[in-house]
């Protein structure tokens, strides 16, 4: 049975991103640090990395595949990953503008999603083949999952930063239910486990 | 060489109490919660309790000693811990009312120091004889030293709690360089530990 899950990474002071996003700077000002445990302590956070790269069906907000905005996007906007995207499996994005699927390299569709974070999660739990589905981001959509209570782990690797301000995770999420499960850490990130509800 | 160290407990937002803090509920509404991992699994977090217990000499806020609120306390306020406080040794409240020292039992004694956080520290580390100096709260009075660069040693202590609002620890701390020390959890906290500057 899959397991609906969601890695975030956050600031020591609970952010996601740096305050200032834009389609230049999408994690916003100083919140390219965030991501340095997976870029430069690929060894010692391999087991994080492949709990997020395992997952059988991604969904993610439509903010995430196309930066800050809510407008439509322009039609060959292709998502920030290039030709080949990490995810290798398919991946529903939440948005109010339909589409039709895009294909992409090395496994990734994403398939755009209209009718709400319900409708994804049974769409992605269909095309998971019982592996887990993973809540991609950005902050808001992982904030309406938690909320709605479809979150079965949530995984937070905390940066050593203080952005002091921009997107913050929890903000408004309301009563949640959480059980750590595993808490590990390297030199650049704490990962924090915990089982929701 | 004493070290500045800096336990606190904050939730998984990030509050150091939750909201509505009054004199009769001083952690705000559910902020109790926070604290159960010092009472309810003392010998699995018996190492942090024993950190927090073993400072030579404490620093602490005029609202850590008296509630929340900025005008003199009557001279009968004695602190919120009964005759015999857990500290056992000098502890140096910030406050911009002067007051003769309060001598309590077990070899607490609360000295009142009006001339700031630079003078209290000077204080402290006479007093704390080489061993540790604690900045045991609340969240201004850490932040302050935060942002002064006196702490050598932050400790969080993260309870699996989301209070939703109340008073944040980082909010305007400025930048700060973490480096995390250790790592480690039980059922009822994750204990990040980060040396400072």
Chains 1, 2 share one sequence.
């Not at 992982?142 to 709605?148: K, T």
Request: hydrophobic residues 40%.
């Amino acid at each position: 049975m899959s397991q609906v899950t969601c890695d975030l990474t956050v600031s020591l002071d609970g952010f996601v991103a740096g305050p200032h996003q834009t389609m230049e700077a999408p994690l916003g000002a100083g919140g390219e640090r965030l991501h340095r445990w997976q870029f430069e302590e690929q060894d010692a956070n391999a087991a994080e990395i492949a709990g997020i790269l395992e997952a059988g069906a991604y969904i993610m907000g439509r903010n995430m595949f196309a930066g800050p905005g809510d407008g439509p996007w322009p039609d060959d906007w292709r998502g920030w990953w290039g030709e080949d995207p990490p995810y290798h499996a398919p991946v529903f994005v939440l948005t109010s503008h339909a589409r039709e699927p895009l294909e992409m390299q090395g496994g990734t569709t994403f398939h755009f999603v209209t009718e709400g974070i319900e409708s994804a999660l049974a769409r992605a739990r269909d095309a998971a083949g019982g592996k887990n589905i993973a809540i991609a981001g950005g902050a808001s959509t992982a904030r309406q999952f938690l909320a709605a209570g479809l979150i079965d782990e949530l995984r937070l690797h905390v940066a050593p930063i203080v952005l002091g301000g921009g997107e913050r995770l929890l903000d408004g999420v309301g009563e949640v239910q959480l059980e750590p499960v595993e808490v590990r850490g390297t030199p650049l990130v704490s990962h924090l486990r915990y089982k929701v509800g």
